[in-house]
C-alpha cells in the first residue's frame, strides 16, 4: 500500500528556514519521482519541486529537494521564508521518471503539512 506522511510544518517567522520530510512506503525512491506542491488559502495548487534518480527541479531559489534512499524519505529544505509562502504543502508520487509539476503526472498524494509564515 502506498503511503506518503508529511511532516515539520508549522510556524515560522519571516526570514526563517524549515525543512519539510515527506515519509513514503509501499514504493521505492529510485524507480519514482517524487514532487512538492503548495496550496495557498484561496488559490490554486502550484508545484514546487520534484525529484526522481536522473533529475531534479526546483522553481525559484529559496527552496531545496533531497532524498534519502534508505529511509525513503523526500526532503523540502525552505529558507528565507515569506508570509507568501504560507501554504498547505504536499508530496506527491508518481512512477518512473516525471520531469515536470504537472499535478496530473502524480498519482500517489500525502495528506499535506501546514506551513504559516508569520510574526
Known amino acids: 500500500q502506498v503511503q506518503l506522511v508529511e511532516s515539520g510544518g508549522g510556524l515560522v517567522q519571516p526570514g526563517g528556514s524549515l525543512r519539510l520530510s515527506c515519509a513514503c512506503s509501499?514504493?521505492?525512491?529510485?524507480?519514482?519521482?517524487v514532487a512538492w506542491f503548495r496550496q495557498a488559502p484561496g488559490k490554486e495548487r502550484e508545484g514546487i519541486s520534484y525529484?526522481?534518480?536522473r533529475s531534479y527541479h526546483s522553481v525559484g531559489g529559496r527552496f531545496t529537494i533531497s532524498r534519502d534512499n534508505f529511509k525513503n524519505t523526500v526532503y523540502l529544505q525552505m529558507y528565507s521564508l515569506r508570509p507568501e509562502d504560507t501554504a498547505v504543502y504536499y508530496c506527491?508520487?508518481?512512477?518512473?521518471?516525471?520531469?515536470?509539476?504537472?499535478?496530473?503526472?502524480?498519482?500517489?498524494w500525502g495528506q499535506g503539512t501546514q506551513v504559516t509564515v508569520s510574526t
Open positions: 506527491a508520487a508518481g512512477s518512473g521518471e516525471i520531469w515536470n509539476l504537472q499535478q496530473d503526472s502524480y498519482n500517489y
Open positions: 509501499g514504493f521505492a525512491l529510485d524507480t519514482h519521482t
Open positions: 525529484i526522481s534518480s
